[in-house]
Structures are given as C-alpha cells and as structure tokens.
C-alpha cells in the first residue's frame, strides 16, 4: 500500500453552501503533497475534514487504510494525523518548550520523556534559542516554526501544513522550507495547503488544484504550472486567453519567419 | 533539573514542618491567632482546590460553595443525625460532590464559551433552596453540633484549637503536595494547554473534555473535604453559611488575589487577606457589620487594575528587574 491518505469523493456542504463538492485525491507514502487553489477554494475546509474538526457531508476518509472521516481531533492526532493552523495558535502563556511538550505527551506519561522529544523537535525546528520564551512573545516567523515543531512532537505519520509559509518575509520562508526538507527525509509524509504557488513547487512531488470547490487538476509540479485549467482559475479567463493568445502569436511569428 | 526539583520537595517538607512546630513553640493553643492561622490554611487549601479547575484548566467556576457544602454537610450529618463519627460523612461528601461536578460539566463541558461559569452559577442557588426546605439535614435552621468527646476519631476540641490546627495543616499538605505534583505531570501540562488553546489542544492529541471533567471532580472532592473542616470547626452548618454565593466569591477571590494558576498564588492570598478580614472584622466592628467585605472588594478592584495575575505577577515582575538588573 503506497498511499498513506485517501479522498474519496468528499463533498462538504455549510447549508447551502458548497465548499467542497466531490474531491477525490490520494497522498503517496513519504511525499510531499501539493493542495492549492485560489482563495475560498475549499482547501482549508477540506483540511479540516480530515484534522477531524468537520465531519463531511459526503464521502471518506481512508488513513492507513482505516476511515477516519467524522472522528474527533485527538483521536485523528492519536492515529498519527498532526495539523497547523493557518493563523497561528501558540500556548501564549507557556514557555516554546512547554508548548511542544504537549504534542510530545501524546505517547509518553512521563514529563522527562517528553521534554527529551520536545528538545529533539525543538532543534529540528530551528527554535533551540528561545527554548525559554513565552510562546506569546515570539515572532511571526518563529511562532509559525513552533507549529511545526509541536504538531511534530506528537511523533505524526501524516502531517497537515496549513498555509505554513504565507504571510513570512523570503528568510523566513527558506527557512521554512528547509526545515520542510528535513521532515520529509525523517520519512514524514506531508500534505500542504497553500495558495501562493511559487512557495511550494519547488520543493512538492505532487500538486492537486482546487477551485470553487472541485479539483480541477492533479499530477506532478511541471504539469500543473502549464495545465490552463489551473491558469484560468489562478489568473481569470481572460489573462488566461490572452497568455494562449501570445504563445499562438510567438508561433505563428515563428511560422512566419520560415520561408 | 532534578536536583532542582529534589530541592523543592525539600523546601516543602521544610515549610510543612515548620508550619507543624507552630503550637509547640506554643504559637498555637487557644487565642485569635490560632484561629487566623487555621482559616489562613483552610481558605489557601479551599483556594488550591478551586485552581486546579479555575486556574490550571481556566474553567471559572462560580459553584465551589455547592462542593463544599456538601462536604460540610456530610460530615454534620454523620455526627448529628446517624450519631457516628464525622469519618464516613466526609468521604461520602468528597464523592457525592465529584459526581455533582461530573454532572454539571458533563453537559456544559462540551459548549464553548461561558456556559460552564453560568451553569455554576445556577446551580449555586438551586443547592441552596433545596437544603432550605430538605428537612432531613434541618432546612433553614442547619444542623448543631452536640457536645463531643475531643480527639482525631470525632475530629472535635473544645479546649483548644491545636487540633484544629494539625488538621487544617494536615489538609492544607495533602491539597497543596498533590497539586505541586499534578503540575509537573501530563495533567497538569495538559490543564493549561486546555486553557491556552482548546483547540489547539485537542489537535494534539488531548482529550479536553474528559480531563475537564476529572480536574473538576478532583476539585470538587477537595473542595468538600475543605467543607467538613469548617463544619466540625464552627460546630454547626445552615445553608446561607455554606451553599451561598458569597462562600463561592471566597474560592475565586483568595485565588485571584495571590496569582490565578500558579501553584503559591492560593497560600499568597490567603495568607494577606484572611488576617486582614479577620482583625477588620474583629477591631473594625463597631463601624458597622460587612466593613471587612468593603476592604475585600477594594483590594481587589487595585489588584485588578494594576497586577491581573496577583501577588505571584508582582514578584514575578520584582524577580525580572532583578535579573535584568544583574545582567548589566
């Protein structure tokens, strides 16, 4: 079995509204995993599907070859599913390190254990000098990297990255970005939303394209970056026209200039 | 790390020692000390075990009074009307105030927001009216104390209040060593992350509501255990005495007072405000009854405006200047 995490047909409607209408899509074993798709594409409801925090209208959830759909958040955490937020959420008023002791607790009892994981995804996360912070006072940068480093203590076969990198100066991103480099080395399976398409390409397998609710595209990086499904919804049809226009243009050009 | 933690415990057993050789070094026997420092260690270990849910899990509750009244009034009737020994009512009071906590944050543990601190509230005045007209446990009137033969097995002196001492301390060990240790633990750890983020929480992995619920029910255990005390200290127990908002505002006031979710907070608190209330009371008197509440209520209102967090911000603020101060 390759596939770690499997969509099927998952449809979630907010009464009448649609976030996500039947998307189906599955994240290889050890990959990196593109979500992406213009603001209010539904990528975050459908992040939040799988976390736990809603239950789809239609449709599963399959992890590791169990459904997971309509369970609670601690129970998806405790099956090895670990999730960020898209507007950070720090333990304001507890130190970095204490923050990521509670993911560690996950699978130990014993407060020594923890803080020796903690200490590992600590390091892992770049975090070692504000080790004694309160998490409150940290910066953007530093608070979306705790996110990581906590979901990671939790020890997490699958982690959900959400819009991990928006909002970062170019530093913070590559560093970032690094730190997502290692995770996927260590073996972790990682499935990402973002809407910024530069942030990810580079560094996903594989890419799936949300837009008004439905996947409009799926495959590697390079065949999504020229698929015009993707271009008209990131860009409006009618830059999309116009790109196709000047590259019929620059061929006909090139037609022209033949003899 | 360790040696630190072995040096605390040491502190502790210290501090409780010498707390113990008080009436030896004949501190303690009969005078109005005595009964300063015996409510200073009941109101810091009531204090304590409001923290743990108020506190540590940020779950404010306006209904302690119930979990202490029951624990009050177990123990009176045990003594009053079965005529045995205050032993088994106070145990049976410790679980029947755990169930009561389980069935009020059963429900309102599931909502977010302020349902819990409402439900509490409620529940206040419905425990109240109930023992008003039950007249199994005396309704209105309470229950009175008869005379008992002094010693630890009617848990009663009338001579004087050494004993009553060793068993507010007794008490005030048990609430506050198990609080220090939860703190260290997975509970404890678990509690404030429950207050800092619910939701955050729970995506790791943390089951909010069932370690609500046991923080509550730990509470409310102790919580009643503090009420059996004050029963068998003042002799008597009556509804407006025990099961009022007033007695609840105590539990929540002491708390604030001293530092909200830190482990010395609820002793802080206790230890300014209850002499304080005590000699108002006692010297202030004749400027008529409640001035000790006014001085309550003002102090609170400072410590509010200028500290949140209590005595434990203030030093904590002193203790950053220091160092600070030493690094230049």
């Known amino acids: 079995m390759s596939e770690i995490l499997e969509i099927r047909n998952v449809t979630m409607k907010f009464g009448a509204l649609l976030a996500d209408r039947n998307v189906s899509f599955a994240v290889p074993k050890g990959s990196i995993c593109g979500l992406i798709g213009p603001n209010g594409a539904g990528k975050t409801t459908l992040f939040n599907c799988i ?19 309509g369970q609670p958040p601690f129970v998806i955490a405790k099956q090895g599913i670990a999730r960020t937020f898209q507007v950070v959420r720090p333990l304001k008023e ?26 590992k995804c600590l390091s892992l996360c770049y975090l070692d000098e504000f080790r004694n912070m309160q998490a409150g006072e940290l910066t953007i940068g530093n608070k979306k990297r705790l996110e990581v480093a906590r979901a990671l203590a939790t020890n997490p076969r699958l982690l959900l990255l959400d819009e991990a990198v928006s909002g970062l100066t170019s530093t913070e991103v590559q560093d ?25 390409m580079p560094i996903s397998d594989k890419m799936v394209v949300l837009s008004h609710g439905e996947k409009i595209a799926e495959g590697p ?32 050009v090139d037609h022209g200039g033949r003899p | 790390m360790k040696t630190n933690v072995k040096t605390g415990t040491l502190a502790w057993i210290g501090f409780l020692a010498l707390l113990a050789l008080l009436p030896v070094a004949g501190i303690v026997s ?3 000390l005595s009964h300063v420092l015996i409510m200073i260690l009941l109101n810091a270990s009531m204090a304590q075990a409001w923290n743990l849910i108020g506190g540590y899990a940020g ?10 009244g029951i624990g009050a009034y177990g123990a009176a009737y045990a003594v009053t009307v079965m005529k045995t020994t205050p032993w088994p009512g106070v145990l049976a009071g410790a679980l029947l105030a755990a169930v009561v906590a389980v069935l009020i944050g059963f429900p309102t543990f599931k909502l977010k927001g302020h349902y819990f601190a409402i439900a509490t509230f409620a529940i206040v005045e419905v425990f109240n009216r109930l023992f008003m007209i039950w007249e199994d446990v005396g309704g209105a009137v309470g229950l009175d104390y008869p005379i008992l033969k002094d010693g630890w097995k009617n848990f009663s002196w009338s001579r004087d209040k050494t004993g009553y001492f060793y068993g507010a301390l007794l008490l005030f060990a ?3 060593s198990l609080v220090r240790r939860l703190e260290q633990n997975r509970f404890g750890y678990y509690l404030k992350a429950i207050r800092e983020g619910q939701e955050t929480a729970e995506s790791l992995g943390v089951n909010s509501r069932r370690f609500k619920l046991a923080a509550m029910a730990l509470s409310a255990a102790l919580a009643a255990l503090c009420g059996s005390l004050f029963a068998q200290y003042n002799y008597r127990v009556d509804p407006s005495m025990v099961l009022s908002l007033d007695m609840s505002m105590r539990f929540v006031l002491v708390t604030i007072l001293g530092g909200i979710g830190t482990l010395w907070g609820p002793l802080l608190g206790a230890a300014i405000l209850i002499p304080l209330q005590e000699y108002t009371r006692a010297y202030l008197a004749k400027l008529g009854p409640g001035v000790d ?36």
Do not use: C
């Open chain 2, 174 to 176: 048990l609430i506050f």
């Open chain 1, 176 to 200: 970032m970005v690094k730190v997502i480099r290692r995770l996927k080395e260590e073996g972790i399976t990682i499935l990402m939303v973002e809407h910024i398409m530069e942030a990810i």
């Open chain 1, 221 to 252: 990086p390079s065949v999504i970056a020229n698929d015009p499904a993707v271009i008209t919804a990131y860009l409006g049809e009618k830059f999309a026209r116009k790109i196709q226009k000047n590259n019929t243009a620059s061929a006909e």
């Open chain 2, 293 to 328: 509440l006014v001085i309550f209520g003002l102090i609170i209102i400072l410590m509010m405006e200028f500290q949140p967090r209590g005595i434990m911000g203030i030093i904590e603020q002193i203790m950053k200047k220091r160092r600070r101060g030493g690094a230049r």
């Open chain 1, 94 to 119: 507890m130190s970095v390190l204490d923050n990521i002791m509670i993911g560690a607790f996950l699978h130990t009892r014993s407060a020594s254990e923890a803080r020796k994981i903690a200490e």
């Open chain 2, 30 to 32: 009969k005078g109005f």
């Open chain 2, 59 to 68: 779950q404010v509750s306006f209904g302690h009074s119930v979990f202490f």
């Open chain 1, 51 to 69: 976390a736990g925090y809603y239950k789809p209208s239609e449709g599963e959830i399959i992890f590791l070859g169990k459904r997971i759909d």
